[in-house]
C-alpha cells in the first residue's frame, strides 16, 4: 500500500515478503507459490519483525530503486503518540504500525499475535487513529483509542513494537 500510495506503482506483496524473510503459519503455506520460512510460535517470530526489519526493508527499497526510506520508532522512545502520528500524517507519510492484535481486534484475533497495518488518520476530538488493514475477515478500516494503540504497542504483552514511519528520498 505505501508503494503505491507514494507513486512506485504495484509490487507483488509475495515476492517482498520472500524478500524480506518473512516466516508464515504452517496452516498457511497452501497461500504461497513459494516455500516460505515456518514461524515457531505467534508473538514471537511471524511475518518479519517490522521493527526490528527497518534496515532490511530499506536494504531492499534501495535495491529496486524505491525513493523511499523508513524510519523505525519503538514504543518506548515514542514521548507523545499523538504527536508523532499527526506530524506525520501532516506532512504526507505513511505511518505503518506493529502491535499486538488481541488488545485491538476481538473475536479470532483474541490470541497473542503481531499485525501491522497503516495510519490512514488521526482524530484530535476523540483522540483516535483509524488504522488501515485490507484483511478479507474483518473491517478494512478500523477506529481505536490512542491509549489502546498505545498499549497494543507497548512490551505489556512480551515483544516490544512500535511504528515505521515512510518519508520520500530527495
Not at 515456518?38 to 519483525?49: A, L, Q, V
Not at 522512545?77 to 506532512?91: P, Q, R, S, V
Amino acid at each position: 500500500m505505501t508503494l503505491y500510495r507514494n507513486g512506485f506503482g504495484l509490487h507483488d506483496q509475495e515476492d517482498l515478503a520472500v524478500r524480506l524473510g518473512a516466516k508464515i503459519g504452517s496452516d498457511d503455506v497452501d497461500a504461497f507459490r513459494t516455500d516460505m520460512p515456518i514461524m515457531t510460535r505467534f508473538n514471537f517470530d511471524e511475518g518479519i519483525s517490522t521493527i526490528n526489519s527497518c534496515d532490511k526493508i530499506n536494504a531492499l527499497l534501495k535495491n529496486k530503486n524505491i525513493g523511499l526510506v523508513f524510519e523505525a520508532y519503538t514504543h518506548s522512545k515514542i514521548g507523545d503518540l499523538f504527536a508523532l502520528i499527526t506530524e506525520h500524517i501532516e506532512n504526507d507519510r505513511d505511518v505503518w504500525v506493529e502491535y499486538h492484535s488481541h488488545e485491538i481486534h476481538s473475536g479470532k484475533e483474541s490470541a497473542p499475535r503481531i499485525h501491522d497495518a497503516l495510519i490512514e488518520s488521526i482524530d484530535s476530538q476523540s483522540h483516535t487513529a483509524v488504522l488501515i488493514d485490507p484483511k478479507p475477515t474483518r473491517k478494512q478500516r478500523l477506529t481505536v483509542d490512542l491509549d489502546m494503540l498505545g498499549r497494543a504497542m507497548s512490551s505489556k504483552f512480551g515483544k516490544e513494537l512500535g511504528l515505521l514511519v515512510a518519508k520520500k528520498v530527495s
